[in-house]
């Protein structure tokens, strides 16, 4: 039974500056948080990925990589304008159920909508309109599942504009394929404990029991993931987090502070995405002192110091790397590497930042 459907828009940021500046398409495009041959690219377009270009990669580098680059720096306020736009195009096709993030969506499919001919007319409806609408540099790869984790992956499968499904008498065989890495949930660390625990392909992780992936997760997180692997409704607990942040392990070519502020900024903009999503805000005075407030009644997020926009991202970034050799997160555990574990701080800078670029922005 199909239940969701994962919609991630292409090379997002590239995609918007080519839809706003014609001049652009055709060109490889790298953007940037700040104009520097040391900073890191936060996003490539399509034509530069097809030529090996990455994300992250640092803009001397991606130069030489990629001759022609264009290299563009980040406009955040009208990459969120085209975020709420692609959201009430989708949103008037199908019941948007959540934003995952600034470029992917998940809509809940249900009634007619769940019959597999139906569900991939609505995607190619979501298309049309998205390019009519929208404008035809917004491309998008979709993926229909019978639970958001299965049409996530399906949304990855072809890049891009793609257009899988994935029905449940798909489950597993068309995923034996795939590397461990595909999965969301696995990353680099958690890759490395199922490795260790004998687990290295797709099908000896299928074949593994419910009680054993409890066990390597080390919590429950590994039970539900056997339930999602298998097509199974995927009912998320409501949140009672108090913060919401994202972590990110630099690599070691980034362990610097132009390419680091590169993905701060990149994290922050996805932070500050879900917490407005949450329907919360910051106060009028973001200032830090050491200690933050979250009142999830009022939605709102206190915090106390940080000035300028530009020192209190650096002022973070220090924050984090503190943070990070004291962290011992079992979600992002640290392998060696820094670890930047954001705190509400930063989101209160991301907001802070979206708010002075966008006077229309509602947080
Ligand atoms: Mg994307």
């Known amino acids: 039974m199909l239940r969701a459907l994962a919609i991630d828009f292409n090379s997002f940021f590239a995609s918007v500056e080519k839809q706003e500046r014609p001049e652009l398409r055709g060109h490889p495009v790298g953007i940037v948080p700040i104009m520097a041959e040391t900073t890191g690219c936060i996003a490539v377009s399509i034509e530069a990925k097809a030529l090996g270009l990455t994300r992250n990669a640092r803009v001397a580098e991606a130069r030489r990589q990629c001759p022609g680059l264009v290299i563009v720096e980040a406009r955040p306020a009208v990459y969120i304008d085209y975020h709420r736009r692609l959201k009430d195009i989708v949103e008037s096709c199908a019941p948007v159920k959540k934003v995952q993030s600034i470029d992917e969506l998940e809509c809940e499919l249900s009634g007619d909508l769940a019959v597999p001919a139906q569900a991939l007319a609505l995607a190619r409806r979501i298309e049309e309109k ?112 108090n913060t919401i942040g994202h972590g990110h392990v630099l690599p070691p070519q980034l362990r610097n502070d132009e390419a680091a502020l590169a993905v701060l900024h990149r994290l922050l903009q996805k932070a500050a995405m879900r917490l407005r999503h949450s329907g919360h805000s910051v106060g009028d005075s973001i200032q830090w002192s050491g200690t933050s407030a979250f009142d999830p009644t009022s939605g709102l997020l206190y915090f106390s110091t940080i000035t300028s926009s530009d020192g209190g991202a650096r002022a973070i970034l220090q924050l984090a790397n503190y943070q990070g050799s004291e962290s011992n997160n079992s979600a992002v555990p640290d392998s060696g590497s820094t670890l930047l574990m954001l705190m509400p701080v930063i989101l209160g800078v991301g907001l802070h930042r979206m708010r002075r670029s966008n006077a229309s922005t509602a947080c």
């Open 130 to 241: 998205v390019s009519r609408q929208a404008g035809p540099c917004l491309r998008s790869s979709i993926g229909i599942g019978p639970n958001w984790f299965i049409a996530k992956v399906a949304s990855d499968m072809q890049k891009p504009d793609g257009l899988v499904l994935l029905d449940n008498t798909d489950l597993p065989q068309k995923l034996l394929r795939l590397e461990l890495r595909d999965f969301c949930g696995i990353g680099e660390n958690m890759e490395a404990r199922l490795r260790r625990a004998g687990i290295d392909t797709v099908e000896k992780l299928y074949a593994a029991s419910r009680d054993r992936l409890r066990a390597i997760w080390g919590s429950v997180e590994g039970a539900r993931f056997y339930s999602w692997m298998r097509g199974e409704p995927q009912e998320r607990e409501a949140s009672r987090h």
